[in-house]
């Protein structure tokens, strides 16, 4: 299984990205897709997952209302649109696949490389 997410950039406070992350290798419209970023010197956080069918999304509550995230099941592809950026949103982020429930807790099992996402202020 490969993801490959893209639509990382330089932008400024204020502007929008598109995230972008093409699934293979996996039947993509069963899974949940979830994005996290982590930034410098900081543990990687969760920052939005949707379910298999697109009905349920959850969000980090500093990025409700300013990101969303959607998902083709057409095209093996997700999405996170970020709008409002702040210089706190910068990271590298992360598209993830495959949430199951381990040991008391959900792990995605398939990870992106990663696309770094830069706001000035």
């Known amino acids: 299984v490969q993801l490959q997410a893209s639509g990382g950039g330089l932008v400024q406070a204020g502007g929008s990205l598109r995230l972008s992350c093409v699934v293979s290798g996996r039947t993509f419209s069963s899974v949940y897709m979830g994005w996290f970023r982590q930034a410098p010197g900081k543990e990687r956080e969760f920052v939005a997952e949707i379910s298999w069918s697109g009905v349920s999304t959850y969000y980090l509550d500093s990025v409700k209302g300013r990101f969303t995230i959607s998902r083709d099941n057409a095209r093996n592809t997700g999405y996170l649109q970020m709008n409002s950026l702040k210089p706190e949103d910068t990271a590298v982020y992360y598209c993830?696949?495959?949430?199951?429930?381990?040991?008391?807790?959900?792990?995605?099992?398939?990870w992106g490389q990663g696309t770094q996402v830069t706001v000035s202020s």
């Open positions: 993830a696949a495959d949430r199951r429930y381990s040991s008391g807790r959900y792990e995605y099992q398939y």
